[in-house]
């Protein structure tokens, strides 16, 4: 019997991850890379004997694929991905090729903004009491514990791009933490086309699955309507009383699930802001339904400690709080960091804009924002859109020069936010990249 063909479009984390699960399931593995692929997943490929090439797609190789992997950063309109559907050979995402050689239970959080905090929080507290992995598009990649570690439980984050290539992928339990107009380049710009994507991380769910969700978010609320699911549904809301799921009373948020309620005090929350109380809901919900202890949860809610480049404090330098915010990658993100701010600040904003409305900020620029450092290689839009707002708006394409601005224009008790709401392609490498820049631009002041 002739192996099956795997070829992987991509040779990052995910692809290198994939080649490895691959080759160890008994696939002909060839990964091709039309970048360069770092020099540690090269060491990888060579150690593991597996084809590779990079700076190039050779379609030969390619096209003879059985499946193809492709890495999520590469859109369904280049001419390649076209060639290969019309060649009807199956394209898949990570998740859905690593799912299908594991019985581990899976929890998929997906979402516009909180994906990550969620994610990481809900693994913090499952951790305490089951054997379980956190992967998706945060840490080592799904396939690769699949064969290292194989956990009995997965909490995976998952973007909207992994969910376009699912087929069967199937999570027991689903969370949807809210969905914000992000990403709209590559759907088209019809945010129609984004909330679909989203809730394909519930399409193949049955009764027997649950499917979290923020009940306060209009965009889910109406979708769910016009589109019911299979799932069991588990809303979690601040604003109203929830049956089934979780809701916020006075200080205390209320889990309940088949009638055995828990209670949570929020009070000594680790992470600040409205947006982290719906975190800990979603988190929490899923640590119930889990059968985690009531303690365990109230304990890893008041131990855990957030995550880097989301509204990470670094250094307070003559009383001004620097904070890096890099993963804001889109308005909504931005507008939870600015209403969580309780002090005058010093906003740096800007990189490559995907469709961005900045309109829903302006009151909190008015109330709390006093100066605007735009750094982006193209700051038109920001500059149009806020110098009526601000007294102090500069532009700049350094990160160094961005921090000392910000230092000489802070006062005493002022807060500097750098909170891109915008990728960070045009001078970083990543969102990663640029938070780490910041803090040692922080540093070196």
Known sequence: MTKQRLVILGGAESGVGTALLGKAKGYDVFVSDNQKIKEKYKQVLIHNEIEWEEGKHSEDNILSADIVMKSPGIPDKVSLVKQIHMKGIKVVSEIEFASM????????ITGSNGKTTTASLTHHILKQEL????????????????????????????SSFQLDDIID???????????????????????????????????????????????????????????????????????????????????????????????????????????????????????????????????????????????????????????NDSKATNVNATYYALESMDAPTVWIVGGEDKGNNYEELFSFVNEKVKAIICLGID????????????????????????????????NAGDNVLLSPACASFDLFENYEDRGRQFKNAVRNL
């Open 169 to 323: 992928f199937k999570p027991n339990i689903a969370v949807i933490t809210n969905i914000t107009p992000d990403h709209l380049d590559r759907y088209d710009y019809k945010f129609e086309n984004y909330i679909a994507s989203k809730f394909r991380i519930a399409m193949n769910q049955t009764k027997d699955d649950f499917l979290i969700y923020d009940a306060d978010d209009e965009v889910i609320t109406s979708h769910l309507k016009q589109n019911p699911i299979q799932s069991t549904l588990l809303p979690f809301s601040l604003k109203k009383t929830i049956e089934n799921g979780a809701y916020l009373d006075n200080d205390n948020i209320k889990i309940t699930i088949d009638n055995n309620q828990i209670i949570m005090p929020t009070t000594n929350l680790t992470l600040e802001g409205k947006h982290n109380i719906k975190n800990a809901m979603a988190a929490s919900t899923v640590a119930h339904l889990l059968k985690i202890r009531k303690q365990t949860i109230r304990e890893s809610l008041e131990n855990f400690q957030g995550v880097e480049h989301r509204l990470e404090q670094v250094l307070k330098i003559n009383k001004v709080q620097y904070i």
């Open 101 to 108: 050689f594991t019985n581990a239970v899976i929890i998929g």
């Open 379 to 410: 700051n038109e839009k920001l500059m149009r859109s806020f110098s009526n707002t601000v007294d102090i708006i500069v532009e700049t394409q350094f990160m160094s020069e961005a921090v000392k601005i910000a230092y000489k224009i802070a």
């Open 131 to 158: 054997d379980v992995g956190l992967a998706g598009n945060i840490g080592d990649s799904f396939a690769k514990q699949i064969i290292e570690e194989d956990y009995k439980n997965y909490v995976l984050e998952i």
